[in-house]
Nanobody
């Protein structure tokens, strides 16, 4: 199993970013996918989850209405669209499935 995140970077408050996680080594369309994040000095927290077919999603309270998780099973990729970013969204964002983790991608929200 391999999960490779991309799309992180530095963005100003109020800006947007789209993260991608390319998966391989398993039948992607059979499993739910999730995004987590970990800020310095804090525990890793769940950001969003999407069901295997993409029809069901759930979000952490702190990102509801600002972030959108989606997936493209033909491309074995899951996305996280992040809008109205805040400094407190600064963290390393990780893709997760079946107990496996990606290496993470840094998101920094700062002016």
């Amino acid at each position: 199993v391999q999960l490779v995140e991309s799309g992180g970077g530095l963005v100003q408050p109020g800006g947007s970013l789209r993260l991608s996680c390319a998966a391989s080594g398993f039948t992607f369309s059979s499993y739910a996918m999730s995004w987590y994040r970990q800020a310095p000095g804090k525990e890793r927290e769940l950001v969003a989850v999407v069901s295997s077919a993409g029809g069901s999603t759930n979000y952490g309270d702190s990102v509801k209405s600002r972030f959108t998780i989606s997936r493209d099973n033909a491309k074995s990729t899951v996305y996280l669209q992040m809008n109205s970013l805040k400094p407190e969204d600064t963290a390393v964002y990780y893709c997760r499935s079946r107990g496996f983790w990606g290496q993470g991608t840094q998101v920094t929200v700062s002016s």
